[in-house]
């Protein structure tokens, strides 16, 4: 026989003699596998026995990946976990459309708890009930409830469509505010008009929700026509009418509010890809307006020499800014407690509008002022990223300039309280006491809902939430089971 069949008939034999070993063996320790725990494969009980019989240890698989070829990666910490299902769910479709739905209502309620806290000794002092200031923002919130609803639900269509109104509506009441009898002046400022009885309206508030509008609107269609490319399509008609609505907020006084039109204006721009050299020469321009406004302004240069003060100074011109400091220091931790504060005991002035954050800070301690800037940051991080995700020029434009409206004037509020930044005299958006500026920050707030709402992934998500789609998907997925019948 020749030497490779003879080593084939070899091998054939020692496989026959295997397999013969393996079914003698294996049923009998497979029945024992059975009665004490999972089941063995037949190869292991083999090898155990081979290996009890020589006196040897039973050698154990070496532990394997999920494909088998190579070592079991190392289980992952709670951490790592952790930190991963938090992404997870902050890369979900209707991240953005809960952050600013849940941080613009916790806003407005924690605002009106502090607005009734803070308000009670000031309505005492005009002879007012406690509950004076409380009740006109607890109007104002219901209002601007439904006009958060009602913005929320309104088609993009329609939004651009109300832009040329609510512009020249707006234009129209500023220029009425300037007229003598009919205008009201406020702390110096002519930028109010009277309602009757105890309601008056501030126009240049919705002045900058009529610019991001009419700013938006026009820029994407230049955007669609490939106008943007060309500085004079940029500039014009955008600056000249800003500056129409800078001019009519000034000829009042309102330093505070022209500082928020300009950022709109610089976001907007920034949106629009203004080039360096384009954008440094606005800046440019607007710093030196700013300069000479403030420069030829008493008040305004006592207010800017009290950034940082810690002692009211022989006149008491920097007594509003040191009492903020002092409500903020006396409240530690967690505060004196929710209506403790004695800062608003006629030693702060305006407690319940411009310094409504160092009430807070007192009464709440730095827990609550934490809180707050929480729910600003997730505000406008969920603008930022609706602005970010869309591909509407419109809607990023928009929401661009809501998020920078917003997210300024909370930082200048906040600023000025901590002596960061002069005092301006603007309100915490959706915490101070003003109707005038909570009813078109709450619109605002209703847009950026819509937007989110309008996004693909968001709109297919909501709409699977439907009790109806959600049945008849079920009832799609479901196979049909025969019943037996005949």
């Known amino acids: 026989m020749p030497a490779d069949e003879s080593s084939a008939a070899r091998g054939t034999g020692r496989s026959q003699v295997t397999a013969a070993i393996s079914r003698a063996l294996a049923p009998p320790l497979l029945a024992s596998a059975r009665l004490a725990g999972p089941p063995v494969p037949a190869g292991l009980a083999l090898r155990g026995r081979l290996a009890a019989g020589t006196g040897r240890r039973p050698s154990v698989p070496r532990s394997r990946g999920h494909d088998g070829s190579g070592p079991r990666t190392p289980r992952r910490s709670g951490v790592r976990r952790m930190y991963e299902q938090a992404r997870r769910a902050w890369d979900r479709p209707l ?3 809960y952050l600013i739905l849940g941080a613009g209502l916790l806003i407005t309620v924690l605002g009106l708890v502090m607005v009734y806290s803070a308000s ?3 309505a005492l002092e005009l002879d007012k009930p406690g509950t004076y200031f409380f009740r006109k923002q607890f109007l104002a919130a219901v209002i601007g409830c439904a006009l958060l609803v009602i913005a929320s639900r309104m088609p993009v269509k329609l ?5 040329y109104p609510l512009l020249m509506g707006t234009v129209f009441l500023m220029v009425l505010v300037q007229v003598p009898g009919i205008g009201m002046s406020v702390n110096g400022n002519q930028n109010w008009l009277y309602l009757g009885g105890p309601f008056q309206l501030q126009p240049s508030e919705f002045g ?4 991001i509008l009419w700013s938006a609107d026009l820029l994407a269609r230049k955007q669609d026509r490939r106008l943007l490319t060309q500085w004079k399509h940029m500039l014009v008609p955008l600056v000249p009418v800003a500056f129409i609505l800078l001019g009519l907020i000034m000829l009042g006084g309102d330093m505070g509010t022209a500082i928020i039109l300009t950022a709109i204006l610089f976001g907007l721009l920034w949106l629009a890809g203004a080039p360096t050299r384009l954008f440094a020469g606005v800046l440019a321009v607007a710093g030196v307006l700013a300069f000479l406004l403030i420069k030829t302004s008493p008040n305004r240069m006592s207010r800017l020499s009290c950034m940082g003060v810690s002692e009211p100074g022989p006149d008491g011109s920097c007594w509003q800014a040191v009492h903020g400091i002092y409500a903020l220091a ?3 931790w967690f ?9 608003k005991w006629g030693q702060l002035p305006e407690p319940h509008t411009d310094f409504i954050f160092a009430i807070t800070g007192e009464e709440l301690g730095l827990a609550g002022t934490l809180s707050v800037l929480a729910l600003f940051a997730a505000l406008g991080y969920a603008g930022i990223r609706v602005a970010g995700r869309t591909e509407d020029p419109f809607v990023r434009y928009a929401a661009g300039g809501v998020t920078t409206w917003i997210t300024v004037q909370a930082v200048i509020n906040i600023g000025a309280v901590l002596g960061l930044l002069p005092i301006a ?8 006491y003003g109707g005038s500026a909570l009813l078109p920050t709450m619109f605002a707030v209703g847009l950026l809902i819509a937007f989110a709402r309008e996004e693909p992934a968001a709109k297919a998500a909501l709409a699977m939430r439907r009790p109806g789609v959600r049945w008849k998907t079920m009832r799609r997925r479901v196979k049909k089971r025969p019943s037996g019948e005949r």
Do not use: N, W
């Open 208 to 211: 900058k929700l009529a610019l």
């Open 425 to 432: 005299g603007v309100p915490l958006p959706l915490f101070s």
């Open 335 to 343: 505060g004196s407690g929710l209506g403790a504060s004695v800062e």
């Open 330 to 332: 006396s409240g530690g």
């Open 95 to 97: 991240t953005a459309y």
């Open 159 to 163: 939004h651009r469509a109300l832009a």
């Open 120 to 122: 009670m000794i000031k």
